[in-house]
């Protein structure tokens, strides 16, 4: 069924109409209701949000960026300090005031690598030494001036001081002291020698090699002795035993003579035959341990 056909005044108004609003302005399109109740918390959400991207920015910097190796902290600065002022001053300290630098090793442990890089390249320049080896030099100052204390440091001065007054037989028991004076310090046994060279111009382990030297000596002339003694005591042996074995041989030839006489002479016979034998043996025996000791 066809259409109604529409006049076209209808027309002029349908498109007068679609004219008119399609010219009008739209209108703005409102914000969802729970972002307009968010309004009157403005300030307090933008202050949140700066907190927030701070705080962010500081973690990332921890993460990413710091390293606690190059933050130092006030104990540090503070040890750093006060090392540095020890190398400027050092040449004028005592050996006690130096001695101080013991009490900051634990503290100067503490401190970054860097600091104790640049304190040690300091002490070089001011002291000629690292701060590491004025540290094992002060604490073996240290162990050295204790151990002066000790009874057989103080034994060993007393013994020392006054060997140029002293006698041979007191000089020989020098040996006695040799323990001690092994069992001390290096820095010890220097101090040892220095009072031995005042006294004698020789330290004290010259003077106990020298009495070594003067024992064995000793020693040796007297087992020389010995062994000449025993020597001599060997060929008097030999020389008395050869006498009595000439003697028993020649009373043997005049029993066998005896004997062919027609006399019962057997047993006188067995007997200094015995008696030959043991001679002949005791002499063997001092004659081989004669050669020994030739």
């Known amino acids: 069924m066809d ?53 962010l920015g500081g973690y990332t910097y921890k993460v990413a960026v710091y390293d606690p190796n190059n933050i130092t902290n006030a104990q540090q600065e503070a040890t750093y300090k006060k090392l540095v002022e020890y190398a400027d001053e050092w040449d004028m300290l005592s050996e006690a005031e130096k001695m101080e ?5 634990s503290s100067y ?28 030099s002060m604490k073996e100052l240290k162990t050295q001036q204790e151990d002066e204390t000790k009874p057989e440091y103080q034994e060993l001065v007393a013994y020392i001081s006054n060997w140029s007054t002293k006698d041979d ?5 020098i040996v006695n002291y040799r ?17 031995a060279i005042e006294q004698s111009q020789q330290s004290f382990a010259t003077l106990l090699a020298t009495q070594d030297a003067a024992n064995q000596e000793a020693a040796n002339q007297a087992a ?10 060997l060929e008097a042996q030999i020389e008395s035993l050869t006498s009595q074995l000439n003697d028993a041989q020649a009373y043997n030839a005049s029993l066998l003579a005896d004997q062919a006489a027609g006399e019962d002479v057997q047993a006188a016979i067995d007997t200094n035959n015995q ?20």
């Open 224 to 233: 020389q002795a010995a062994k000449e003694e025993r020597k001599a005591n």
């Open 169 to 173: 037989a007191d000089k020989a028991n």
């Open 3 to 55: 259409q109604p056909i529409r006049s076209r005044t209808e027309k002029n108004k349908e498109e007068q109409k679609k004219a008119e609003e399609k010219g009008a302005p739209k209108k703005a399109k409102q914000p969802p209701e729970w972002i307009k109740n968010l309004k009157p918390y403005r300030k307090q959400i933008f202050a949140f949000v700066i907190v927030f991207v701070l705080l």
């Open 109 to 136: 442990d503490e401190m970054l690598e860097k600091q104790k890089k640049k304190i040690n390249e300091y002490f070089i320049e001011q002291t000629t030494q690292p701060f590491t080896s004025q540290l094992a």
């Open 179 to 195: 323990d001690r004076y092994n069992a001390l310090s290096d820095a010890l046994k220097q101090k040892i020698d220095q009072i």
């Open 101 to 105: 630098i013991i009490d900051l090793e």
């Open 275 to 294: 008696t030959i034998s043991y001679l002949q043996q005791q002499i063997e025996a001092y004659q081989n341990e004669l050669n020994t000791i030739q």
